[in-house]
């Protein structure tokens, strides 16, 4: 079973930046993607960045260019760089893991953190 957490939320003010990061614990062999999702109250959960085992990097078309995603190697955090934060940024976000070896299985289904706030205010 894999065990994720987040780090690094919190208030920030429109322009600023942040970043986040995501670790994950367990039994752990391979991760293949890890990378984040984020939501509105109310709202879909939305893929904000990607990153698999090959880096291979994938970005909303909202975020490129002011948000980084990136890790040091298939296990270690991942983490979520964001610069030029506006308040139609999606406060809720949250760190997922697919494609796990854990114990010689592996795992396709994703694994979910509980969720960081990063709230912009108009």
């Known amino acids: 079973q894999v065990q994720l957490a987040e780090s690094g939320g919190g208030l920030v003010q429109p322009g600023g930046s942040l970043t986040l990061s995501c670790s994950a614990s367990g039994s752990i062999t391979l991760i293949n993607v890890m990378g984040w999702y984020r939501q509105a109250p109310g709202k879909q959960r939305d893929l904000v960045a990607a990153n698999t085992r090959t880096g291979s990097v994938n970005y909303a078309d909202s975020v490129k260019g002011r948000f980084t995603v990136f890790r040091d190697n298939a296990k270690k955090p991942v983490y979520l760089q964001k610069n030029s934060l506006k308040p139609e940024d999606k406060p809720y976000y949250f760190c997922?893991?697919?494609?796990?070896?854990?114990?010689?299985?592996?795992?396709?289904?994703?694994?979910w953190g509980q969720g960081t706030q990063v709230p912009v205010p108009s």
């Open positions: 997922y893991v697919t494609g796990i070896i854990s114990e010689g299985v592996f795992h396709g289904s994703p694994s």
